[in-house]
């Protein structure tokens, strides 16, 4: 499922609910964030949308204000970690918030690499990066834009596997 919005509450809660139809718990659906979403310093270190989801009725375990995989959640909650803490996890509904946010972090991070990247090494490097949270999700995959109009640009049409792809507002 892509969304055009970046926080679809309604289709979090569905999905949610879906997940534990299905004999998950909550724990089983994971929320991945770009750090631009990440309060590093103060009082409110962490998921900066935090008090926003849990208004909305889904309370997070919040993987960011964590050592990593350090006391790694309480199943009573969905886990939300940094796209880079995603490596070796996966969950039957995963959630990119802000996909878009997280491939222009990697690609400024590679450009400022000591390596030296060339521009097509970058997008090679990005490319071959976004495949580790595409690929956390067991049943779902939810990915949500900043900015819709990227969306065409990241997944160029035709954007049809049958049934498999969905792009709501």
Not at 67 to 91: A, H, K, N
Request: glycine share 8%; hydrophobic share 35%; proline share 7%.
């Amino acid at each position: 499922i892509i969304s055009k919005k970046l926080k679809p509450f309604k289709l979090f809660e569905e999905e949610r609910k879906r997940c534990v139809k299905c004999g998950n718990t909550n724990f089983d659906m994971i929320f991945l964030t770009p750090p631009s979403f990440v309060s590093t310093s103060g009082q409110d270190k962490g998921f900066i949308f935090r008090n926003e989801f849990s208004e909305q009725g889904i309370p997070l375990w919040d993987g960011t204000v964590n050592d990593g995989y350090s006391g790694y959640g309480d199943s009573e909650y969905p886990r939300l970690v940094q796209y880079d803490d995603c490596r070796g996890i996966e969950g039957w509904t995963v959630v990119c918030l802000g996909f878009d946010r997280m491939l222009e972090w990697k690609s400024y991070k590679f450009a400022k690499s000591p390596e030296h990247y060339s521009e097509t090494e970058i997008l090679r490097l990005r490319t071959l990066w976004s495949i580790i949270p595409l690929s956390r999700a067991i049943d779902t995959i939810i990915i949500t834009f900043e900015n819709p109009e990227l969306i065409e640009k990241i997944f160029p049409p035709p954007l049809t596997v049958g049934d498999n792809i969905e792009i709501v507002d």
